[in-house]
């Protein structure tokens, strides 16, 4: 990603002209977007609004020509006139009303299907971005992007817009009414109109930064609230309430603040158009007021064009409370649309290679990798496991064993050099190809909400519940599951359902032997479980490796015990290789560890 473009620059508040300008035009067309599947519907809707407006703007017309002409009419023994003149407006409002109607349901509408849109939209493609976003983009501002930016859409979208432009379509007609009637008073109007576009163009180049600022003021209050919900276990276990407190309190205030000056902004933007409007409403008063007396205007007149003038400005104080919603809008969508112009780094191949029957055989030749522009980890890394080998990994912390692990399961794509499975480079594999042959279960053996049975039948979508039972049996699950308040049909997520950290792995043992990979990628536990716990995970691994190709990151003896051969690594490369026997006899890192271990477990 370049350095201005998706989510390099969000935290900017002041962009350069050019900046400003590629974010707006980014922002407005997937706007565009959105609507553009909406075309038909939004024909409609220009057409209800025009209408609608017109016939809206018609009454003041029609009631200076009911004075001027129907009243005389009547004193002079034309009830009929009455009669016509009434009609013709209860008509124009019974018109215009329903169209309004109809307008406001339209508008409902279209901003609901593009909100739907836009929300698949997001979680849709953040879900696709690679890893590397997710490490570096924090779980909070994704909350915030999917909350609180669309929710500031969702209002404008909701109300705003079409508020903004049933006023301004009705501002114009009102004005061209005005001018029918008596174009010296339309000429004031308009000579009005000069300091409220200015008072507004002041509005928007002030509010538009205090608005973006309260995006990111936003994301970071969210993004401190979920770090701190997330990681509870840690904020008890080091007292960290108080501290956190504080630091919560500060980002609020700044919340806060920002709201203040946004707030500021508009009361000033509000009161400046009222005062602007009275005093074009005193303005059309005594000019007309002069030429009634004079007699070169009808009272009729008069009243219409008063009439008209207030309702001139009525809508533009409307339209300034849609304006600053329209502004905290568009500084959402310059958040949401960098957010949805992210590229994933790790891409599916546009022709994957089809694979036959895959024995597991893995290959690293000249592998170079580093994480995104960061220094290099694995330098010329070349490496070879032979279809079915189990492999204990070593090493210190730090070293590269969860980047060798990573690069298997291709979460990151190397920098140069190949990774392949059974000889094919494994970016050339489709993704589906890759997950239903290369299985990784990690250290947290995450369980997602839903069912125990739900959960293992992960590994293979559509499994039947004795192939679900099998698995759980193969890795001797079942017992446990059983005992559970609703055995396979237990929710993991209520209470009752919780389960312990072994009984989790052996849930995702019991999902990784379903699914039936040909590699399977361990990261051990470093949780130390206890003597019975360990013996079933123990027992449950041992079945889960059969004769599959298997890379366990191992920090624990038994495990590396069970292994065919044991690498030490150590700064990104491979420092001992062999067989545990072999490697212990050597005296080298492993043996040291093994000592260290043995010794630990007397
Ligand atoms: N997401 C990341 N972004 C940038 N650098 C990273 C990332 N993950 C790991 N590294 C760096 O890569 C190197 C290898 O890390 P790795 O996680 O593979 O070590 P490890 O051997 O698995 O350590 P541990 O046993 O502590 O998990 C380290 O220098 C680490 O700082």
Same mark, same amino acid.
């Given at each position: 990603?370049?350095? @201005?473009?998706?989510?390099?620059?969000?935290?900017?508040? #002041?962009?350069?002209?050019?900046?400003?300008?590629?974010?707006?035009?980014?922002?407005?067309?997937?706007?565009?977007?959105?609507?553009?599947?909406?075309?038909?519907?939004?024909?409609?809707?220009?057409?209800?609004?025009?209408?609608?407006?017109?016939?809206?703007?018609?009454? $003041?017309?029609?009631?200076?020509?009911?004075?001027?002409?129907?009243?005389?009419?009547?004193?002079?023994?034309?009830?009929?006139?009455?009669?016509?003149?009434?009609?013709?407006? /209860?008509?124009?409002?019974?018109?215009?009303?329903?169209?309004?109607?109809?307008?406001?349901?339209? #508008?409902?509408?279209?901003?609901?299907?593009?909100?739907?849109?836009?929300?698949?939209? *997001?979680?849709?493609?953040?879900?696709? +971005?690679?890893?590397?976003?997710?490490? @570096?983009?924090?779980?909070?501002?994704?909350?915030?992007?999917?909350?609180?930016?669309?929710?500031?859409?969702?209002?404008?979208?909701?109300?705003?817009? =079409?508020?903004?432009?049933?006023?301004?379509?009705? &501002?114009?007609?009102?004005?061209?009414?005005?001018?029918?009637?008596?174009?010296?008073?339309?000429?004031?109007?308009?000579?009005?109109?000069?300091?409220?576009?200015?008072?507004?163009?002041?509005?928007?180049?002030? =509010?538009?930064?205090?608005?973006?600022?309260?995006?990111?003021?936003?994301?970071?209050?969210?993004?401190?609230?979920?770090?701190?919900?997330?990681?509870?276990?840690?904020?008890?276990?080091?007292?960290?309430?108080?501290?956190?407190?504080?630091?919560?309190? @500060?980002?609020?205030?700044?919340?806060?603040?920002?709201?203040?000056?946004?707030?500021?902004?508009?009361?000033?933007?509000?009161?400046?158009?009222?005062?602007?409007?009275? /005093?074009?409403?005193?303005?059309?008063?005594?000019?007309?007021?002069?030429?009634?007396?004079?007699?070169?205007?009808?009272?009729?007149? +008069?009243?219409?064009?008063?009439?008209?003038?207030?309702?001139?400005?009525?809508?533009?104080?409307?339209?300034?409370?849609?304006?600053?919603?329209?502004?905290?809008?568009?500084?959402?969508?310059?958040? &949401?649309?960098?957010?949805?112009?992210?590229?994933?780094?790790?891409?599916?191949?546009?022709?994957?290679?089809?694979?036959?029957?895959?024995?597991?055989?893995?290959?690293?030749?000249?592998? *170079?990798?580093?994480?995104?522009?960061?220094?290099?980890?694995?330098?010329?890394?070349?490496?070879?496991?032979?279809?079915?080998?189990?492999?204990?990994?070593?090493?210190?912390?730090?070293?590269?064993?969860? !980047?060798?692990?990573?690069?298997?399961?291709?979460?990151?794509?190397?920098?140069?050099? =190949?990774?392949? /499975?059974?000889?094919?480079?494994?970016?050339?594999?489709?993704?589906?190809?890759?997950?239903?042959?290369?299985?990784?279960?990690?250290?947290?053996?995450?369980?997602?909400?839903?069912?125990?049975?739900?959960?293992?039948?992960?590994?293979?979508?559509?499994?039947?519940?004795?192939?679900?039972?099998?698995?759980?049996?193969?890795?001797?699950?079942?017992?446990?599951? @059983?005992?559970? $308040?609703?055995?396979?049909?237990?929710?993991?997520?209520?209470?009752?359902?919780?389960?312990?950290?072994?009984?989790?792995?052996?849930?995702?043992?019991?999902?990784?032997?379903?699914?039936?990979?040909? &590699?399977?990628?361990?990261?051990?536990?470093?949780?130390?479980?206890?003597?019975?716990?360990?013996?079933?995970?123990?027992?449950? /691994?041992?079945?889960?490796?059969?004769?599959?190709?298997?890379?366990?990151?191992?920090?624990?003896?038994? !495990?590396?015990?069970?292994?065919?051969?044991?690498?030490?690594?150590?700064?990104?490369?491979?420092?001992?290789?062999?067989?545990?026997?072999?490697?212990?006899?050597?005296?080298?890192?492993?043996?040291?560890?093994?000592?260290?271990?043995?010794?630990?477990?007397?």
């Amino acid at each position: 990603m370049s350095q @201005n473009t998706g989510v390099s620059n969000e935290d900017a508040i #002041t962009l350069s002209k050019p900046e400003r300008a590629r974010v707006r035009a980014r922002s407005w067309r997937l706007l565009a977007v959105l609507a553009g599947k909406q075309k038909p519907m939004l024909a409609l809707t220009v057409l209800l609004v025009v209408v609608s407006n017109a016939a809206s703007a018609s009454f $003041p017309l029609i009631i200076a020509w009911a004075i001027d002409w129907g009243l005389p009419q009547v004193q002079g023994g034309n009830i009929a006139a009455l009669g016509i003149t009434g009609g013709v407006y /209860l008509l124009s409002a019974i018109l215009a009303g329903s169209l309004l109607g109809w307008y406001v349901l339209c #508008t409902a509408r279209i901003s609901q299907a593009m909100l739907l849109d836009l929300r698949l939209r *997001v979680f849709r493609h953040t879900q696709r +971005l690679s890893l590397e976003f997710h490490e @570096n983009y924090t779980s909070g501002r994704i909350i915030s992007r999917q909350t609180s930016d669309l929710e500031t859409l969702r209002e404008l979208l909701d109300q705003g817009i =079409s508020e903004l432009v049933s006023s301004s379509v009705f &501002v114009i007609f009102t004005l061209v009414s005005i001018f029918v009637l008596d174009w010296r008073s339309g000429l004031v109007v308009v000579a009005a109109m000069i300091p409220i576009s200015l008072l507004f163009r002041w509005y928007q180049r002030r =509010s538009e930064t205090v608005y973006r600022e309260s995006r990111v003021v936003s994301a970071k209050l969210i993004g401190t609230f979920v770090e701190t919900m997330t990681g509870i276990r840690a904020v008890k276990a080091f007292r960290r309430e108080a501290s956190n407190d504080e630091n919560y309190a @500060n980002v609020a205030g700044e919340y806060r603040d920002n709201s203040i000056r946004s707030i500021n902004l508009f009361g000033v933007l509000q009161p400046g158009l009222v005062l602007i409007g009275s /005093l074009s409403m005193a303005a059309v008063l005594a000019w007309g007021g002069f030429r009634v007396l004079d007699g070169t205007l009808a009272v009729g007149v +008069l009243v219409a064009l008063l009439l008209a003038t207030k309702r001139v400005f009525q809508p533009v104080e409307n339209v300034a409370m849609f304006y600053s919603s329209l502004q905290a809008a568009t500084a959402a969508l310059e958040k &949401v649309s960098g957010l949805l112009e992210e590229e994933p780094t790790v891409v599916e191949p546009l022709k994957p290679r089809p694979l036959g029957r895959v024995t597991g055989h893995l290959e690293f030749k000249d592998a *170079v990798f580093g994480y995104g522009d960061g220094p290099v980890v694995m330098d010329r890394f070349d490496l070879d496991i032979p279809a079915g080998q189990t492999i204990a990994v070593v090493g210190q912390t730090g070293a590269g064993k969860s !980047t060798l692990a990573k690069l298997i399961a291709r979460f990151y794509d190397l920098r140069s050099g =190949s990774l392949t /499975l059974d000889g094919v480079r494994i970016d050339q594999i489709a993704n589906d190809d890759l997950r239903r042959h290369v299985v990784m279960v990690t250290q947290e053996s995450f369980l997602f909400s839903g069912t125990v049975a739900e959960n293992i039948a992960l590994g293979k979508p559509g499994a039947s519940r004795e192939e679900i039972i099998l698995a759980a049996r193969a890795v001797g699950a079942h017992e446990f599951i @059983n005992a559970l $308040p609703d055995g396979y049909e237990t929710d993991v997520n209520k209470r009752g359902g919780r389960v312990s950290a072994g009984q989790r792995q052996l849930i995702s043992f019991a999902r990784a032997f379903l699914a039936d990979p040909a &590699v399977l990628i361990l990261d051990e536990a470093t949780s130390s479980l206890d003597i019975p716990s360990e013996r079933a995970v123990q027992r449950g /691994l041992q079945t889960l490796l059969g004769n599959r190709t298997a890379l366990i990151i191992a920090h624990r003896l038994s !495990t590396v015990q069970i292994a065919d051969r044991v690498l030490v690594v150590h700064d990104g490369m491979v420092v001992e290789d062999g067989s545990p026997a072999e490697l212990i006899s050597e005296d080298g890192r492993f043996a040291a560890l093994h000592k260290a271990w043995r010794e630990s477990m007397v």
